[in-house]
């Protein structure tokens, strides 16, 4: 399975407290999964484990609802189609934040 391109725009992780606030939205297993994140929420709704450059710092022990990889083994999606989805949803966010183009997902 190939790697993501994520663009390290840093928009997924400034709304994670949208995302937990929102958790009867998805389906069960991935309310499990949102009900166990492990880290804090600051007061603007970004993740406390994003650092200032739009890394995460706990990037190689991340929850597995932030592994973009596992998350698509763990519905059973197909690769290609699971990137799509996550890419249209990466780039809504990107859009919505007015950031650069330069970090839109290519597929």
């Keep these: 399975m190939s790697d993501f391109p994520c663009t390290q725009c840093g928009q997924c992780c400034k709304q994670i407290g949208a995302i937990l606030d929102n958790v009867s939205i998805y389906p069960t297993v991935i309310q499990d999964l949102i009900n166990r994140f492990p880290y804090e929420v600051n007061s603007d709704g970004s993740c406390s484990m994003l650092s200032e450059d739009n890394t995460c710092s706990v990037y190689q022990n991340r929850p597995i609802m932030c592994n973009i990889k596992l998350m698509g083994q763990l519905l ?32």
Excluded: F, M
């Design 76 to 107: 059973r999606q197909p690769e290609q189609q699971w990137h799509q989805q996550q890419a249209d949803v990466c780039n809504q966010l990107i859009t919505d934040a007015g950031l650069s183009t330069d970090y839109l997902v290519k597929l």
